[in-house]
């Protein structure tokens, strides 16, 4: 049973930074996508980061390029969202998804794609 358990959430500042951490329990394949979205307050699911597992390739949209970084430890099959530069629009609850069927292509913004989800972990920024 493939389990995904996230971390790292919390509290700061505008301008601050933190670390969210999703640790994959259960499979240990390559050729899999790994995401982060997140539900701002009163909002739906939106897209953050994803990576290839297995490959190469990152995906960010536009509202968080150039401060927040995806990357993972395959020993620790694990991959963790670096967050700098907080805004309060990037106040949410932060998901990791999972989707083993292939790497992440064009469609990993799509939330339909993922099989697998973490339970979340609240990030609060304050102004």
């Known amino acids: 049973q493939v389990q995904l358990v996230e971390s790292g959430g919390g509290s700061v500042q505008a301008g601050g930074s933190l670390r969210l951490s999703c640790t994959v329990f259960?499979?240990?394949?390559?050729?899999?996508?790994m995401a982060w979205f997140r539900q701002p307050p009163g909002k739906g699911r939106e897209s953050v980061a994803a990576?290839?597992?297995?490959?190469?390739?990152?995906y960010y949209p536009n509202s968080v390029k150039d401060r927040f970084t995806i990357s993972r430890d395959s020993a620790e099959n694990t991959v963790y969202l670096q967050m700098n530069s907080l805004k309060p629009e990037d106040t949410g609850i932060y998901y990791c998804a999972f989707d083993p069927r292939a790497l992440c292509g064009g469609t990993w913004y799509a939330s339909v794609n993922f099989f697998y989800w973490g339970r979340g972990t609240q990030v609060t920024v304050s102004s």
């Open positions: 990576i290839d597992i297995g490959g190469r390739s990152t």
């Open positions: 259960g499979y240990t394949k390559s050729g899999a996508c």
